[in-house]
């Protein structure tokens, strides 16, 4: 027996392919592939990733009262007059220990010399900055104020300030350090 025609699979396949719009093909796709590389406006460069390592960390004042903060005007407010509260920290230098480059930052930033009581803990994040993706981790410990003057640094911070650790927490700008202070219990030496 001979399929009448148009009975057949073939004549259907045939059908469906005419009534694609001219668009979908493969054709197409490649046209619109070749558009896109020819034109560098469409070409999305990758952002160059940067690892970084700091540390630094909370100091508690002799009284075991307060602990210290620095403020860094924040470029976003339109006032310019919102502090964003964090802890003292910066890059760990070729052939320093977290420990070593931590106990530099903080007198660096604040002008108040310490030592370090206890790990904090690690934390990690991204952001870009520069046309980069930064992988932050910082190291962060626990210090007891040993001398110095409270004085901030001119090029990098804007204020520094003792606050009551129980307010510690609250004043942080960024979600990390909340997180990891608030997690870190009873800020005893």
């Known amino acids: 027996m001979i399929p009448a025609p148009g009975a057949g699979s073939e004549s259907i396949k045939k059908k469906r392919k005419r009534k694609r719009p001219a668009s979908r093909g493969p054709q197409a796709n490649n046209a619109t592939n070749a558009q896109k590389t020819a ?7 990758y952002a160059k990733r940067v690892d970084e390592v700091s540390a630094g960390g909370l100091v508690i004042d002799l009284t075991g009262s307060q602990g210290l903060l620095i403020g860094r005007i924040d470029h976003k407010d339109a006032s310019g007059q919102r502090i964003l509260w964090s802890l003292p920290k910066g890059h760990i230098e070729e052939g320093e220990t977290p420990e070593q480059a931590a106990i530099r930052e903080v007198a660096e930033e604040t002008g108040i010399t310490s030592s370090i009581s206890k790990s904090l803990g690690v934390i990690d994040f991204w952001f870009m900055a520069g046309g980069k993706r930064i992988h932050k981790t910082v190291h962060h410990f626990l210090f007891a104020e040993v001398g110095g003057v409270l004085t901030p ?15 510690i ?10 997180k990891l202070i608030a997690r870190s219990g009873e800020l005893k030496l």
Do not use: H, M, T
């Open 39 to 45: 034109n560098p406006k469409n070409k999305r460069p």
């Open 153 to 167: 640094q001119e090029s990098e911070v804007d204020v520094v300030s003792w606050f009551p650790l129980s307010e």
């Open 169 to 178: 927490v609250e004043k942080l700008a960024y979600p990390d350090e909340k």
